[in-house]
């Protein structure tokens, strides 16, 4: 007999790859809309492959790359909304519409290394309750699950910190590729090491990588 998993809608919110991944200083300005495309791409491509997601829910306003990301298999909404925390509040309020069964879940874009193996444990772990993974940093928040009722997340500055003083139960574990986002050019160092999907490998072929790390100093290893 099949063991019992509660099955999730994974909401990924994308800003426009266009205008996103700000902080990537150093990387000529092409080349930050490939990469910040392909983290996003890399992330959803593991969300659609891990046990448990029944579904994937992109929630952007490049309605473009919507359409790349629904050929993968994710679903998409539009954005619409007045920044990250009300457009993912949107979003699942359009996934109870479409799947009331499900639990959704919230997972941030930038994690090009992420697993579907960690996604997964995270996802049994948080199971249970109201649960938030912090990033590497620890500061910061990659995946927060909740009920339909109980849905507010608080992802911005110290979001980990606001998780939890919410009542959200931190995830414990390991889980190397999901807490490890991206956001400068040391975290993408650190995603390299771990190891990035396709997309993104590909997308850092055309990177000029030591260049961009010259402007940042010398390599942290
Ligand atoms: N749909 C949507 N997604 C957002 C919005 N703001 C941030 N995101 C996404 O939320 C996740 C975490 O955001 P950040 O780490 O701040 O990413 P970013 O805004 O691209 O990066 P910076 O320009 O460096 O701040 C990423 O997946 C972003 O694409 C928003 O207003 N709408
Ligand atoms: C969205 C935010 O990501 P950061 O921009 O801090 O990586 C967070 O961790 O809540």
Same mark, same amino acid.
């Given at each position: 007999?099949? &063991?019992?998993?509660?099955?999730? +809608?994974?909401?990924?919110p994308v800003k426009p790859p266009g205008i996103g991944k700000t902080r990537l200083v150093g990387v000529p300005a092409g080349q930050r809309v490939s990469l910040a495309t392909a983290f996003a791409t890399d992330t959803v491509a593991a969300c659609l492959a891990t046990p448990?997601?029944?579904?994937? !829910? +992109?929630?952007?306003?490049?309605?473009?790359?919507?359409?790349?990301?629904? %050929?993968?298999?994710? *679903?998409?909404?539009?954005?619409?909304?007045?920044?990250?925390?009300?457009?993912?509040?949107?979003?699942?309020?359009?996934? @109870?519409?479409?799947?009331?069964?499900? @639990?959704? +879940?919230?997972?941030? $874009?930038?994690?090009?290394?992420?697993?579907?193996?960690?996604?997964?444990?995270?996802? &049994?772990?948080?199971?249970?309750?109201?649960?938030?993974? $912090?990033?590497?940093?620890?500061?910061?928040?990659?995946?927060?699950?909740?009920?339909?009722?109980?849905?507010?997340?608080?992802?911005?500055?110290?979001?980990?910190?606001?998780?939890?003083?919410?009542? $959200?139960?931190?995830?414990?574990?390991?889980?190397?590729?999901?807490?490890?986002?991206?956001? *400068? !050019?040391? %975290? !993408?160092?650190?995603?390299?090491?771990?190891?990035?999907?396709?997309? &993104? @490998?590909?997308?850092?072929?055309?990177?000029?990588?030591?260049?961009?790390? *010259?402007?940042?100093?010398?390599?942290?290893?």
């Amino acid at each position: 007999m099949g &063991t019992y998993r509660t099955q999730h +809608v994974v909401v990924v919110p994308v800003k426009p790859p266009g205008i996103g991944k700000t902080r990537l200083v150093g990387v000529p300005a092409g080349q930050r809309v490939s990469l910040a495309t392909a983290f996003a791409t890399d992330t959803v491509a593991a969300c659609l492959a891990t046990p448990g997601v029944a579904r994937v !829910l +992109v929630t952007t306003d490049d309605a473009r790359f919507a359409t790349t990301l629904s %050929s993968l298999g994710a *679903d998409c909404c539009p954005d619409g909304s007045h920044g990250l925390n009300p457009a993912l509040v949107q979003a699942v309020a359009e996934a @109870r519409r479409r799947w009331p069964g499900l @639990r959704p +879940v919230a997972l941030c $874009a930038d994690l090009p290394a992420l697993r579907p193996e960690d996604l997964a444990a995270a996802l &049994t772990i948080a199971a249970g309750r109201t649960s938030y993974v $912090a990033d590497a940093a620890g500061t910061g928040t990659t995946l927060y699950a909740s009920s339909y009722d109980d849905f507010d997340p608080r992802f911005g500055a110290d979001s980990a910190a606001a998780h939890a003083a919410a009542g $959200a139960a931190a995830v414990p574990g390991d889980l190397p590729g999901l807490r490890q986002d991206v956001d *400068d !050019l040391a %975290s !993408l160092r650190a995603a390299i090491a771990l190891g990035v999907g396709p997309a &993104t @490998r590909a997308a850092l072929g055309a990177l000029p990588v030591a260049e961009a790390r *010259d402007s940042e100093g010398p390599p942290s290893s």
